[in-house]
């Protein structure tokens, strides 16, 4: 299983993500190399931002409600936007995966 790792990096003020794998097989159990989701974190702390793909770092929209982002996103011409929460700054998120 390949879980993705999110990680704010409150001195470059972007938030970054990795994944890493619990299946030893596929890589080893090594982690693999971490990418940068959006930079200027600090505008967006606690809100949910919209890209055009995991690599791509430009916000498209952002704000509180993750459906109206993802709409706002679509109507920004963007055909499958990539929703994902910012958390914010020293409060701690647990997410998990079911």
């Known amino acids: 299983m390949v879980s993705p790792i999110f990680l704010l990096d409150q001195d470059h ?3 970054k993500y990795k ?3 619990t ?3 596929k890589t080893q159990g090594k982690e693999m190399d971490t990418n940068i ?3 200027d974190i600090e505008k967006y702390e606690g809100k949910y931002v919209a890209t055009k793909t995991f690599l791509d770092k430009d916000v ?3 704000g509180d409600d993750p459906v109206k982002v993802y709409n706002e996103a679509q109507n920004k011409g963007s055909d499958d936007p990539v929703i ?3 958390p914010k700054r ?3 998120h647990i997410y998990s995966c079911l």
């Open 23 to 25: 299946t030893i097989r």
């Open 90 to 92: 020293d409060v701690v």
């Open 37 to 39: 989701l959006v930079k």
């Open 60 to 62: 498209i929209c952002s």
């Open 13 to 15: 003020g972007v938030l």
């Open 19 to 21: 994944f890493h794998s």
């Open 84 to 86: 994902f929460y910012v």
